[in-house]
């Protein structure tokens, strides 16, 4: 997938709005595995966020690595960003969903156990 594809697929997913806060209007792409680190543009290593590098939610992630991290806007480089839940604003609400490469997502089911995957 290019960078074109992989913007447009994120955009839609977001509705425009950013996938961290719910509230600003998206205008910057964040990596949640660096690409110094591997990341690549596979949709489920995107999000869609406010602010830039140091400005609003983008700035915040890049300011705050542990929380990032916890919240899975920021995957390590050792992790498959497919296999980390990330806590973003959908349209009911802040929930940990599993973002897939083809621009869906889905709720974590923390009953099942993360859906039997390790996340730590």
Same mark, same amino acid.
């Given at each position: 997938?290019?960078? !074109?594809? /992989?913007?447009? %697929?994120? /955009? #839609?997913?977001?509705?425009?709005?950013?996938?961290?806060?719910?509230?600003?209007? #998206?205008?910057?792409?964040?990596?949640?595995?660096?690409?110094?680190?591997?990341? !690549?543009?596979?949709?489920?290593?995107?999000?869609?966020?406010?602010?830039?590098? !140091?400005?609003?939610?983008?700035?915040? %992630?890049? /300011?705050?690595?542990?929380?990032?991290? #916890?919240?899975?806007?920021?995957?390590?480089?050792?992790?498959?960003? /497919?296999?980390?839940?990330?806590?973003?604003?959908?349209?009911?609400?802040?929930?940990?969903?599993?973002?897939?490469?083809?621009?869906?997502?889905?709720?974590?089911?923390? !009953? #099942?156990?993360?859906?039997?995957?390790? %996340?730590?």
């Amino acid at each position: 997938m290019n960078i !074109t594809q /992989a913007r447009r %697929i994120v /955009a #839609a997913r977001s509705d425009g709005m950013c996938e961290v806060c719910g509230r600003g209007k #998206a205008t910057n792409i964040q990596h949640r595995k660096n690409r110094s680190q591997g990341g !690549t543009w596979r949709v489920s290593n995107l999000l869609h966020v406010c602010g830039s590098g !140091t400005t609003g939610c983008h700035g915040y %992630i890049h /300011a705050h690595p542990l929380k990032s991290y #916890a919240n899975g806007w920021s995957v390590r480089q050792a992790r498959d960003p /497919a296999d980390m839940p990330a806590l973003l604003w959908k349209h009911f609400g802040r929930h940990y969903v599993w973002l897939r490469d083809d621009g869906s997502w889905e709720p974590v089911d923390f !009953t #099942a156990g993360v859906n039997g995957k390790d %996340i730590a």
